[in-house]
């Protein structure tokens, strides 16, 4: 008998790409799986495509590219991205990562009249993809002027609270009125 070893063909996964975008909507993220000897795509096979530590498969195609369109649902800031091949018995694993910017959501906000409390309706943006305003908070700055140039104080920051249906983009911020007499 022969003993035969069958040695598995190194990758390479590049071309790693993502778009920065705002919390709550997609993103694209997609990268392309080389044969690591002869540079060739790999056709056919599953990437993982990460978004902050979570996987999105998606299936190489002739061109060895594969993409996904992951909901952000992290709070602003900078974002980590990847793409990584789990390999299989003829080629090894490999995985590639990267930075997104994500953005605070456009919002808008409309004051509640209530007289011992200081509060906001917040609204999302209608960008086609509304989402959970959980992870919003609003700043109140206080001034003795009606023009707010010069703010006295600040309350804040006062988490959003989902006015009851997750995912519709609307929220209220509220909080009890400071004591004014200092004002």
Not at 11 to 39: F, H, K, M, N, W
Not at 79 to 93: K, M, R
Not at 161 to 168: E, I, S
């Amino acid at each position: 008998t022969t003993d035969v070893e069958i040695t598995r063909r190194p990758t390479i996964v590049d071309q790693l790409q993502a778009a920065d975008t705002q919390y709550s909507d997609p993103t694209t993220i997609s990268a392309r799986l080389r044969d690591g000897t002869d540079s060739s795509p790999i056709a056919g096979v599953e990437l993982s495509l990460e978004l902050d530590g979570v996987g999105t498969p998606g299936l190489t195609g002739a061109d060895g590219v594969a993409g996904a369109q992951p909901i952000v649902e992290a709070p602003a800031g900078a974002l980590t991205v990847g793409a990584s091949f789990a390999g299989n018995e003829l080629y090894e694993p490999e995985a590639v990562s990267g930075e997104i910017t994500v953005t605070s959501e456009d919002a808008a906000l409309s004051w509640n009249a209530e007289p011992d409390a200081l509060s906001v309706a917040v609204t999302e943006a209608d960008d086609g993809t509304l989402g959970d305003l959980g992870q919003a908070a609003v700043t109140f700055s206080l001034a003795q002027r009606a023009d707010c140039a010069e703010p006295v104080s600040t309350v804040g920051p006062v988490p959003v609270v989902d006015d009851g249906t997750p995912g519709d983009g609307a929220g209220t911020a509220s909080t009890p009125s400071p004591d004014r007499a200092g004002v």
